[in-house]
């Protein structure tokens, strides 16, 4: 009886399912063959999607636009389908004066983030308020909406989209049919926790900058990236003990990956403001004898493969073992470009592309299948070839940076010979009488707690810690015993 | 008659002069400049006439010592990071 049941309900599947994406590839074929109708294009692409050939219906849809057809309530339902399943890359080569014409929430949204590339922040942002909340890109638009507006210098407006994103993100996010969609929306959520964060550290208001870094969840894929951020605050805020454990957070073998050359600059730095001078040059001596020449390989084994259009994208697919053998940095950095939205969206996107060639060669050998096989190959190669070029840059530009703070490094160096220069003339030396920490030099706040460290890291201590040093530069005469 | 007798004259005269430039040009390579081999001079039995116009004891003016000045790295917004969140999103 099981089985009578089995095979009953797969021929009903067969008979429903497979037949019809079948019917509706024939019938997008038919179209294709015979009309000559100004809405043959946008025929084309509601069969194609009804079949579920996101990016087969890429062309068709585009054609539609240029030929300025009309966006109706369903060629915007297919529009927003699209995006949503293969990105808002589908649309970007379309002229901007298309995608005005077009009136589309869908649309608006491309050209928001269109704009936003090019640095013209004002349009983009114009584009992105367009979009109602209750849209599906809505707490994208919000989020983005209100970078835009604080790359412009609108502080005000660009806080309260910030507000706008994480209420509608949240509410999103709590609506949410799965995890993986949940934790798209958390990630929006976040992101515009921290940019609200950022604005406030811009208009200089520190301590309110790191109670708004601190709503932030430490189980959140971007909060080791705010650390640095949080600690820069505190930096401004002259607490150097806060700034320092903020930095050593980074030591723990969990956040590895997380390597940021500006962390150790700022460590320096807020060694130098203690008049720590030994720590400081302690830090710049490390930087140079193991960050700078592990850099100098990395750049080596990049410069090779600068011109190729696939090496750093099977650099992400290698096992994370072989790509730490090749260099530690490849590593952080292949760690980091994979937990990114991005680079998850565009992964998803070729499977769903590769599973669509599949289906369609199984659909037959038809001119018009055949077609569209080599429209989704084209669709293929030119997203990989951007998305190689999206971890290119990242992996360059983290080189960039290593140069970058290696000078800042260097300016250190030299300050601190210029203040041991100025002791000399004066005839005084630093004081020199410090213990090398102690409870009473930690600021902290009610709800902070003292707990020694003991060489290992807690996790509900992460990000929590500080250092008890207290500061070196009070001076004496030169020959007086301390 | 005259004009001969001026010609002669101007004749002796050309000749006395290449006779006293050749006579010159002679006594010019016969120069020799003769110096003394050993001359000892006592500093301290010098007497020199005159006043003493600089100050006695040593002395370097003040001036303000240059100071360097190399602006540290100093963050002052997170534009880099808000950019590089958008793009990593889409």
Known sequence: MKILFLIFTILLLYITVIPSSGANLSKAHRIYRISNSMKKNEKITYELLMAKYYFAAIPFAVKHLENKGKVTENFEKALRLIVLKTGTESFM?????????AKSNTLNFVL????????????????????????????????????????????????????????????????AK??????????????????????????????????????????????????????WSNYHMEDYNRT????????????????????????????????????????????????????ERLKAILLKYKSSNTYFLELTKKNIRDSEKQNPFIRNLVTQVRKTIKYNLDFSSFKLAKNEIKRLNKAGKSSFTKMLVSKVQNIIKQRKKSLNWFI?????????????????????????MSQKRSLLYKNTKLVSDRGRGSFENVNRKSDQHFWEFKGSFWADE???YSFGLKSNCAEIKRGRKQ | MSIRIIWIMLVIFMLHLLAGYASAKDTKE?????????????????????????PGDLSVRERERKQFDTPLLDRKDFYEEIRDDV???R
């Open chain 1, 392 to 416: 290119k840059k990242r992996m360059f530009d983290f080189i960039n940076k290593i140069h970058r703070n290696s000078y800042e490094m260097f300016k250190i160096k030299i300050e601190i």
């Open chain 1, 244 to 295: 320092l454990g903020l930095l050593v957070t980074y030591k723990y073998p969990l956040l590895k990956s997380y390597f940021l050359p500006e962390a150790e600059v700022l460590t320096a730095l807020a060694y130098l403001k203690l008049c720590l001078w030994d720590d400081a040059l302690e830090v710049v001596k490390q930087y140079y004898s193991i960050y700078k020449p592990r850099s």
């Open chain 1, 112 to 175: 928001g983030l269109k704009y936003f590339e090019r640095k013209n922040y004002k349009a983009s942002a114009y584009f992105l308020g367009l979009i109602p909340e209750e849209h599906r890109f809505g707490p994208e638009a919000r989020m983005m909406g209100g970078s835009s507006l604080s790359m412009a210098k609108k502080f005000d407006a660009a806080a309260t989209q910030y507000k706008r994103c994480y209420n509608v993100a949240n509410s999103a996010e709590t609506k």
């Open chain 1, 178 to 231: 799965n995890n993986k969609v949940a934790r798209y929306y958390a990630i929006i959520k976040e992101s515009c926790l921290i940019h609200a964060a950022r604005l406030k550290f811009t208009n200089r208001k520190f301590k309110e900058s790191i109670d708004a870094y601190e709503e932030v969840a430490k189980k959140s894929y971007m909060w080791p990236y705010i650390l640095l951020e949080k600690a």
């Open chain 2, 87 to 89: 793009m990593k999103l």
């Open chain 2, 30 to 54: 016969k120069i020799s400049y003769k110096y003394k081999k050993y001359e000892r001079f006592d500093l301290g039995n010098l007497e020199i006439k005159g006043s003493v116009v600089a």
């Open chain 1, 93 to 101: 080569n379309i002229k901007s004066k298309t995608l005005r014409d």
């Open chain 1, 462 to 464: 992460l990000g929590e």
